[in-house]
């Protein structure tokens, strides 16, 4: 992966015109073919060339991805003699000659690694060729060099001066502060800047107050959790309870609600793919997709804030709708209003979290539904089971825009691949319960395309039979130690910031024991977790 240092330079190339390079006389010649090794480009036609008036070597002049080979050649002026040093790092191979000998070389297929190579120059000009070879994407390429005396390396590449320590001209003000604007971008995005590597250990009272109040606020502590911290107090387990009591009856903990929603139930990609158009243009012209992220998050506060058991996510009598939700999804006259309202449900297909239409259209693609993406979805996110990725070289199931046959007939051909039976023996029944409800989560019993019927029955791989939505959720309760584990990993991740490790099983299995004596509430959970040792360490 190409480092993000270098992403932001190199994007930030083309806004610098003013700048002069530190390459005099670029020119650049491009050459095609799959090279596993630099080859003899003198021997080579090449395929494009021109000028490079900036002065830096750019490889984005191929305007290719993969599989090309570009050469640079023009003049370096050495501000005195002495002993230089040239770096480069590339991916794949490279080598920098100056005057006709080859100064740095990396050859081959690899990574971008950094190389450096010493030389001897006389004041002056010289002659600079650099070849470089891609073979398939991504790729990356950057140089610099090191004066005599200087511990600096300068880069002639992507969009530092060369010579940027000497006394500017007063024109060219301008432009230096330009360069020195990116340089401090490139340090902002770099991940030594956007990491803190530290050695594991028990965090300290202020580094405590700073995890819980990004935990449940995403923002800064408060000035009662600095003073607890520095008073030492924020250790103790019963001072940390009436913290998370006193943070969850804040109106900032609205932020907890929304984004750990957002990250458990995959609701960032709810927008990707709108529905539109037809019999969706309502989605569009009601600006429905706000309610349908404020109905899950209305949902899951009324979970937290009444300490319900988890089972309330799987199925319950209640949801939250309004006049437009209530109308165009639920099909239901009765409600009136903008606001979302607590609502009554005599339906028993429609109740719990999973169901709602924020999810439905999450887990579609604005076209037509598919269990797959709905059945990776509950192993994912609900279960902790993700299926493995389908093989590279098979290709992904195609979208039926014409409605010609159902998604059941076409995973029934796609299931007739060896390599691909398997997990959607996992994945399909999963899926195939959600199937009544269309792209936007409203209840149908037919396909619309093809006029037939909606057949949702499925067998898992243990051999339970499932008809429909409602003896999937029967399921899914009866796994709810699963789906406490799923969760209580998912919110583990989301305060800690980091993923869980194998050796983080022991804590994970304790705090599990813990809810369970305690119904597996979720408001409990969250007091849990931040009294567990994977929150309280780093």
Same mark, same amino acid.
């Given at each position: 992966?190409?480092?993000?240092?270098?992403?932001?330079?190199?994007?930030?190339?083309?806004?610098?015109?003013?700048?002069?390079?530190?390459?005099?006389?670029?020119?650049?010649?491009?050459?095609?073919?799959?090279?596993?090794?630099?080859?003899?480009?003198?021997?080579?036609?090449?395929?494009?060339?021109?000028?490079?008036?900036?002065?830096?070597?750019?490889?984005?002049?191929?305007?290719?991805?993969?599989?090309?080979?570009?050469?640079?050649?023009?003049?370096?002026?050495?501000?005195?003699?002495?002993?230089?040093?040239?770096?480069?790092?590339?991916?794949?191979?490279?080598?920098?000659?100056?005057?006709?000998?080859?100064?740095?070389?990396?050859?081959?297929?690899?990574?971008?690694? &950094?190389? /450096?190579?010493?030389?001897?120059?006389?004041?002056?000009?010289? +002659?600079?060729? @650099? #070849?470089?070879?891609?073979?398939? !994407?991504?790729?990356?390429?950057?140089?610099?060099?090191?004066?005599?005396?200087?511990?600096?390396?300068?880069?002639?590449?992507?969009?530092?001066?060369?010579?940027?320590?000497?006394?500017?001209?007063?024109?060219?003000?301008?432009?230096?502060?330009?360069?020195?604007?990116?340089?401090?971008?490139?340090?902002?995005?770099?991940?030594?800047?956007?990491?803190?590597?530290?050695?594991?250990?028990?965090?300290?009272?202020?580094?405590?107050?700073?995890?819980?109040?990004?935990?449940?606020?995403?923002?800064?502590?408060?000035?009662?959790?600095?003073? &607890?911290? /520095?008073?030492?107090?924020?250790?103790?387990?019963?001072?940390? +309870?009436?913290? @998370? #009591?006193?943070?969850?009856?804040? !109106?900032?903990?609205?932020?907890?609600?929304?984004?750990?929603?957002?990250?458990?139930?995959?609701?960032?990609?709810?927008?990707?793919?709108?529905?539109?158009?037809?019999?969706?243009?309502?989605?569009?012209?009601?600006?429905?997709?706000?309610?349908?992220?404020?109905?899950?998050?209305?949902?899951?506060?009324?979970?937290?804030?009444?300490?319900?058991?988890?089972?309330?996510?799987?199925?319950?009598?209640?949801?939250?709708?309004?006049?437009?939700?209530?109308?165009?999804?639920?099909?239901?006259?009765?409600?009136?209003?903008?606001?979302?309202?607590?609502? /009554?449900?005599?339906?028993?297909?429609?109740?719990?979290?999973?169901?709602?239409?924020?999810?439905?259209?999450?887990?579609?693609?604005?076209?037509?539904?598919?269990?797959?993406?709905?059945?990776?979805?509950?192993?994912?996110?609900?279960?902790?089971?993700?299926?493995?990725?389908?093989?590279?070289?098979?290709?992904?199931?195609?979208?039926?825009?014409?409605?010609?046959?159902?998604?059941?007939?076409?995973?029934?051909?796609?299931?007739?691949?060896?390599?691909?039976?398997?997990?959607?023996?996992?994945?399909?029944?999963?899926?195939?319960?959600?199937?009544?409800?269309?792209?936007?989560?409203?209840?149908?019993?037919?396909?619309?395309?093809?006029?037939?019927?909606?057949?949702?029955?499925?067998?898992?791989?243990?051999?339970?039979?499932?008809?429909?939505?409602?003896?999937?959720?029967?399921?899914?309760?009866?796994?709810?130690?699963?789906?406490?584990?799923?969760?209580?990993?998912?919110?583990?991740?989301?305060?800690?910031?980091?993923?869980?490790?194998?050796?983080?099983?022991?804590?994970?299995?304790?705090?599990?024991?813990?809810?369970?004596?305690?119904?597996?509430?979720?408001?409990?959970?969250?007091?849990?977790?931040?009294?567990?040792?994977?929150?309280?360490?780093?």
């Amino acid at each position: 992966i190409e480092p993000f240092v270098q992403i932001v330079l190199r994007q930030q190339v083309d806004p610098l015109v003013e700048m002069a390079g530190g390459i005099q006389d670029l020119t650049y010649r491009v050459y095609e073919g799959k090279c596993s090794k630099l080859p003899e480009f003198d021997t080579l036609e090449p395929v494009a060339q021109g000028k490079l008036p900036k002065g830096y070597l750019d490889i984005k002049a191929a305007k290719r991805n993969e599989y090309y080979g570009i050469v640079f050649e023009g003049k370096i002026d050495a501000p005195k003699a002495g002993e230089y040093t040239f770096e480069m790092a590339s991916d794949d191979g490279a080598r920098i000659l100056i005057d006709g000998k080859k100064v740095v070389e990396h050859d081959g297929l690899h990574g971008q690694e &950094l190389r /450096k190579g010493k030389v001897e120059l006389k004041e002056g000009p010289h +002659d600079i060729r @650099v #070849e470089y070879l891609a073979y398939g !994407a991504p790729n990356g390429f950057r140089a610099g060099w090191t004066e005599p005396g200087s511990n600096h390396a300068k880069l002639s590449v992507e969009s530092l001066r060369q010579k940027e320590n000497r006394k500017p001209k007063k024109e060219t003000l301008p432009t230096l502060i330009r360069a020195m604007q990116d340089g401090y971008a490139a340090i902002l995005c770099s991940p030594q800047f956007l990491y803190l590597k530290e050695k594991p250990g028990p965090l300290d009272d202020f580094a405590i107050a700073s995890r819980l109040s990004y935990f449940l606020w995403s923002s800064m502590p408060d000035g009662q959790l600095l003073d &607890l911290a /520095k008073a030492g107090k924020l250790q103790n387990p019963s001072e940390l +309870d009436r913290q @998370v #009591e006193r943070m969850l009856k804040d !109106a900032k903990a609205a932020a907890f609600t929304r984004h750990f929603t957002s990250a458990w139930l995959r609701l960032d990609k709810l927008g990707k793919m709108p529905p539109s158009g037809g019999d969706f243009q309502f989605y569009k012209n009601l600006k429905v997709e706000p309610m349908l992220l404020k109905q899950v998050t209305t949902y899951f506060e009324e979970v937290l804030n009444t300490n319900s058991r988890i089972s309330q996510f799987i199925d319950s009598d209640y949801t939250y709708m309004n006049q437009v939700l209530g109308k165009w999804i639920y099909r239901r006259e009765d409600i009136r209003g903008s606001r979302l309202r607590k609502v /009554k449900l005599n339906d028993p297909r429609r109740g719990g979290i999973f169901t709602q239409p924020g999810i439905m259209t999450a887990t579609a693609n604005g076209v037509d539904t598919s269990p797959v993406i709905r059945g990776t979805w509950v192993l994912e996110n609900i279960l902790g089971t993700p299926p493995s990725p389908p093989p590279p070289d098979i290709e992904p199931l195609p979208t039926d825009t014409r409605g010609a046959v159902t998604i059941r007939e076409r995973l029934d051909l796609h299931r007739k691949n060896e390599s691909c039976s398997s997990c959607h023996a996992k994945i399909d029944p999963m899926g195939f319960a959600f199937e009544n409800f269309d792209v936007v989560g409203r209840w149908r019993d037919r396909y619309r395309g093809v006029n037939k019927p909606i057949d949702t029955k499925s067998t898992t791989t243990t051999g339970r039979e499932i008809s429909d939505i409602v003896e999937f959720k029967e399921m899914l309760k009866e796994r709810e130690p699963q789906i406490v584990r799923c969760l209580t990993e998912k919110m583990l991740t989301y305060a800690t910031g980091r993923r869980l490790e194998p050796t983080d099983r022991g804590e994970i299995n304790r705090i599990i024991g813990d809810l369970g004596k305690k119904q597996n509430r979720l408001r409990d959970l969250v007091h849990f977790v931040v009294k567990s040792d994977l929150f309280l360490n780093k």
